[in-house]
C-alpha cells in the first residue's frame, strides 16, 4: 500500500509541471505513414474546381493506414500538383482512432506533408484506462508523439498489486 501512495505522490509531481508547460505524450498508436493512401467517405460531397477543394458532408470516415478520422464535415484541400492532398480539415465534433488510443476535439487540421494533426478545442485522449484533455493537441504521425497544451489535466488509473503481480 505504501508503495501505491509513494508511486502517486512522485507520479503528480512531473503531471503538475507538465500541466503548466504542456504535455508531450507518447502517441506510438498514432505513428503512421503519411505517404499511404487516404480513403474518403461520407454522405454528400461538393467539389470546387475553383479554389481545389472539396467539402465532404455526413458521417464522413477518413482512413489512412492504421489511422481513422470521423466527422460531420471534412473539407479537403489540394496541392497544386493534381491528385495531392495538402490539408484535411475536420469540424464538428471530430474523433480521431489508432489502435487502442482515441483523441476528440471540437477541431483536426492534418496537415500531410508535414505529418502532423493538430485537434483543437476541448481535447481528450485516452490510452487505456488513461485520459489526458486540454485545448490543444499537436500529433507528429512521423515518430508518434503529442505535444498538448492549454489547461492540461491527466488522469492516471493505478492498478494494484494484484493486477500487477507484484505486492510481497
Not at 16 to 42: I, K, L
Not at 145 to 152: L, N
Amino acid at each position: 500500500m505504501m508503495r501505491l501512495v509513494l508511486a502517486a505522490a512522485l507520479a503528480a509531481l512531473p503531471l503538475s509541471a507538465m500541466a503548466q508547460q504542456g504535455a508531450q505524450v507518447q502517441f506510438g498508436g498514432m505513428q503512421q505513414d503519411t505517404r499511404a493512401p487516404v480513403e474518403v467517405t461520407a454522405d454528400q460531397l461538393q467539389v470546387n474546381q475553383t479554389d481545389g477543394t472539396a467539402l465532404y458532408t455526413g458521417n464522413v470516415i477518413i482512413a489512412q493506414g492504421e489511422m481513422r478520422l470521423s466527422a460531420p464535415r471534412v473539407l479537403v484541400v489540394y496541392a497544386e500538383a493534381a491528385g495531392r492532398i495538402e490539408r484535411l480539415e475536420a469540424t464538428g465534433g471530430v474523433v480521431m482512432v489508432s489502435g487502442s488510443e482515441a483523441a476528440e476535439a471540437e477541431r483536426a487540421d492534418y496537415n500531410i506533408e508535414a505529418g502532423q494533426v493538430v485537434m483543437s478545442g476541448n481535447v481528450l485522449l485516452t490510452q487505456g484506462p488513461n485520459a489526458l484533455t486540454s485545448e490543444r493537441m499537436t500529433v507528429n504521425l512521423a515518430d508518434g508523439t503529442a505535444r498538448m497544451s492549454g489547461r492540461v489535466k491527466t488522469v492516471l488509473q493505478q492498478q494494484d498489486d494484484a493486477q500487477t503481480g507484484g505486492g510481497q
